[in-house]
C-alpha cells in the first residue's frame, strides 16, 4: 500500500451513507488507506447500519482488504485495501436496505478487477430514500454504460419494506479506462413510458389507481403524447412481501432518459402514490437538464474515474451531488468545475457540471 492514510469526516455535507459509498470505493480504486470518521452524524440514528456495512464488506472481499471498525453501529472504520481480484462475491442486508446503494459503492471497483465479477446483492429492490431497481435498469443502465462499459443486472427476487428478502445479480467485466461522457443536448421529449407494479397481498387494482392517477397528472403539462405505463402484478416466486410502486421515464429525441418515482405504503391512498411519480418526473423535466436529480450524484465518481472531459447538463445541484462532489475531488484530485448553462430562457435554473477525469488505468489488466 502506498500513501498515507486518507482522513475523511462523514458527518459533512449530506452526512450520510454516500459519503462512505464514495470513499471507500475510492480508496479502493487508488489503493489509499482510508479513515472515515463521525460515519452518518447527520442521520437521527449515526453509524454504520446494516446496509452500509454491508456495501464496505463486499469491497473489501472484491479487493481482499483490511476492514477495522465494522460493526453495527460504529461510527469509524479504517479500510486497507488490496489487490482488485473480482470473483463471486455476496453482500446481503438482512434488512430491506436498498441492493441498489450496494450496487453503487461496488460496480466501479469491480470495473477495474483483475478478472469479471459476479455480485450478488440482497435487500429492498424497491426501497424508500434510495433508486428503485427499475430506475437502475430502466435509466442508470443504460446512461452509465455511455462510458464505454456494459453490465447485465438480473433481478432474482424483489423484495420491500420491512422485510427485504430481495436478490439481484450483476455481471460485470473489466475494462481497461473508462470513456469520458458529454450529456449536454436534452432534446424533446419523444415518449413517456413506465411501470406500476403490486407484490404480494396488495391487488392490480392498486397498480391500476397509480397509473391512472400519474397519466391524469401528466395529461396537464404534456397532451400530444402516448403515455404507456404497464400495470404488473409480480409473479409470488419471484416477490418477497407485499409492496407497490410506480416508475415513469421521459426519453427524449437525444437518447436523454429522465424519471420520476414513488412507492405506496400503508395509509397512502394509491393516487397519490401516481400523483407523486408524475410530479417528481414533470419536475425534472422543467429545468431543462438531461439528467433528472437521482442520476446527477451517482455520475460523479465515473466522471472523476475517465480518461477525458465530461460535461453533464442539470437542474439544480443535490446535496448528494455535492458530497459526491467533494469527496471524489479530495481522493482523486480532480476538479469539478458547475457553471450555469447559458440557456435562451433564463428563468430556466439549468448548470453544467464539468470535470477532466483522472484517466484511470486498470493495472490489472
Do not use: W
Not at 295 to 313: H, P
Not at 322 to 330: D, E, G, R, S, V
Amino acid at each position: 500500500m502506498d500513501g498515507k492514510c486518507v482522513d475523511v469526516d462523514g458527518g459533512i455535507l449530506e452526512g450520510g451513507g454516500q459519503i462512505l459509498r464514495v470513499t471507500t470505493a475510492l480508496s479502493c480504486l487508488l489503493g489509499l488507506p482510508l479513515r472515515v470518521r463521525r460515519i452518518r452524524a447527520g442521520r437521527s440514528q449515526p453509524g454504520l447500519r446494516p446496509q452500509h456495512l454491508s456495501g464496505l464488506e463486499i469491497v473489501r472481499d472484491l479487493c481482499e482488504g483490511e476492514l477495522d471498525g465494522g460493526e453495527i453501529g460504529s461510527t469509524q472504520i479504517t479500510f486497507a485495501p488490496g489487490k482488485i481480484k473480482g470473483g463471486i462475491h455476496t453482500a446481503d442486508t438482512k434488512t430491506a436496505g436498498s441492493v441498489c446503494l450496494l450496487m453503487q459503492v461496488a460496480m466501479p471497483c469491480a470495473l477495474f478487477a483483475a478478472s469479471p465479477s459476479e455480485l450478488h446483492f440482497k435487500g429492498g429492490t424497491n426501497a424508500e430514500m434510495a433508486p428503485q431497481i427499475d430506475y437502475t435498469i430502466m435509466v442508470f443502465k443504460p446512461i452509465v454504460e455511455k462510458f464505454n462499459f456494459t453490465f447485465d443486472c438480473d433481478i432474482k427476487k424483489r423484495g420491500y419494506y420491512p422485510q427485504g428478502g430481495g436478490e439481484v445479480v450483476v455481471h460485470i467485466s473489466p475494462v481497461k479506462e473508462l470513456s469520458p461522457i458529454n450529456l449536454t443536448e436534452r432534446g424533446t421529449v419523444t415518449k413517456i413510458y413506465g411501470r406500476a407494479f403490486v407484490a404480494g397481498a396488495l391487488p392490480i387494482t392498486v397498480a391500476k389507481a397509480m397509473a391512472t392517477a400519474a397519466v391524469r397528472c401528466i395529461r396537464k403539462e404534456i397532451r400530444d403524447l402516448y403515455i404507456d405505463i404497464e400495470t404488473v402484478r409480480e409473479p409470488d416466486d419471484q416477490a418477497f412481501g407485499s409492496g407497490s410502486g410506480i416508475i415513469i421515464v421521459a426519453e427524449t429525441s437525444t437518447g436523454c432518459l429522465l424519471a420520476g418515482s414513488a412507492l405506496g405504503r400503508r395509509g397512502k391512498k394509491s393516487d397519490k402514490v401516481g400523483t407523486e411519480a408524475a410530479e417528481m418526473l414533470l419536475e425534472n423535466l422543467q429545468h431543462g437538464g438531461a439528467v433528472d436529480e437521482s442520476l446527477q450524484d451517482q455520475l460523479i465518481i465515473f466522471m472523476a474515474l475517465a480518461n477525458g472531459v465530461s460535461r453533464v447538463k442539470s437542474g439544480p445541484l443535490t446535496l448528494h451531488t455535492q458530497t459526491a462532489m467533494h469527496f471524489a475531488a479530495q481522493l482523486t484530485k480532480v476538479n469539478f468545475t458547475v457553471r450555469r448553462a447559458e440557456e435562451e430562457d433564463r428563468t430556466k435554473d439549468t448548470y453544467i457540471i464539468e470535470c477532466q477525469g483522472m484517466g484511470m488505468i486498470n493495472s490489472n489488466l
